[in-house]
C-alpha cells in the first residue's frame, strides 16, 4: 500500500517539476523580451522612461534568473491553483497574485521619480510575464505535456 502511495507522490512531484520548467522558461523568454524592449524602444523614444534601461551585466543577469525562478515557482502554484476547474477568477487571481507582487517589489528597488508612469509599466510588465507563463501552462496541459492536479 505504501509503494502505491510513494508512486502517486512521485508522479504528481514529477508533473509539478514539468509544470514549474515550463512556467520558468516562458517567464524567463518574457523576462529577455521586454527587457530588450524597455532598453531597446521605451527607454530610447519616451524619455520619461529612461529609468527602464537596463545595461545587460551581471546585475541583468540575476534579474533574469530570479524571474526564471519566481517563474517555476508560479508554475507550480499555477498547476495546483487551477486544477481541473473550470472557472477563469482560479486563473486570473493566480497571474494578478504573482504579477502584482513581483511588480510591486521592483518598484520598492526604484528611486522616486516625479512620474508614476514607470511604476505603471513596471507592474504591467510583471503581470504580463506572469500571463505569458499562465497561457504556456494552459498550452501545456491542453496538450497533456503537463497532467492538472486532481
Given at each position: 500500500?505504501?509503494?502505491?502511495?510513494?508512486?502517486?507522490?512521485?508522479?504528481?512531484?514529477?508533473?509539478?517539476?514539468?509544470?514549474?520548467?515550463?512556467?520558468g522558461l516562458a517567464?524567463?523568454?518574457?523576462?529577455?523580451?521586454?527587457?530588450?524592449?524597455?532598453?531597446?524602444?521605451?527607454?530610447?523614444?519616451?524619455?520619461?522612461?529612461?529609468?527602464?534601461?537596463?545595461?545587460?551585466?551581471?546585475?541583468?543577469?540575476m534579474s533574469g534568473?530570479?524571474?526564471?525562478?519566481?517563474?517555476?515557482?508560479?508554475?507550480?502554484?499555477?498547476?495546483?491553483?487551477?486544477?481541473?476547474?473550470?472557472?477563469?477568477?482560479?486563473?486570473?487571481?493566480?497571474?494578478?497574485?504573482?504579477?502584482?507582487?513581483?511588480?510591486?517589489?521592483?518598484?520598492?528597488?526604484?528611486?522616486?521619480?516625479?512620474?508614476?508612469?514607470?511604476?505603471?509599466?513596471?507592474?504591467?510588465?510583471?503581470?504580463?510575464?506572469?500571463?505569458?507563463?499562465?497561457?504556456?501552462?494552459?498550452?501545456?496541459?491542453?496538450?497533456?505535456?503537463?497532467?492538472?492536479?486532481?
Open positions: 500500500m505504501n509503494r502505491i502511495l510513494d508512486h502517486q507522490y512521485m508522479a504528481e512531484r514529477l508533473e509539478s517539476l514539468k509544470a514549474g520548467i515550463i512556467g517567464l524567463g523568454l518574457a523576462f529577455l523580451i521586454t527587457s530588450f524592449v524597455n532598453t531597446l524602444v521605451l527607454a530610447k523614444y519616451f524619455p520619461i522612461l529612461v529609468s527602464l534601461q537596463r545595461d545587460f551585466n551581471w546585475y541583468w543577469l534568473a530570479i524571474a526564471g525562478f519566481s517563474g517555476l515557482l508560479f508554475g507550480v502554484t499555477y498547476r495546483y491553483i487551477i486544477r481541473t476547474d473550470q472557472n477563469p477568477h482560479l486563473n486570473s487571481g493566480g497571474v494578478l497574485a504573482f504579477g502584482l507582487v513581483r511588480g510591486l517589489t521592483q518598484i520598492e528597488g526604484l528611486n522616486a521619480s516625479s512620474t508614476v508612469l514607470p511604476f505603471v509599466v513596471l507592474v504591467g510588465e510583471s503581470i504580463l510575464w506572469f500571463a505569458i507563463a499562465a497561457i504556456a501552462l494552459d498550452i501545456a496541459l491542453q496538450r497533456s505535456w503537463v497532467k492538472p492536479f486532481r
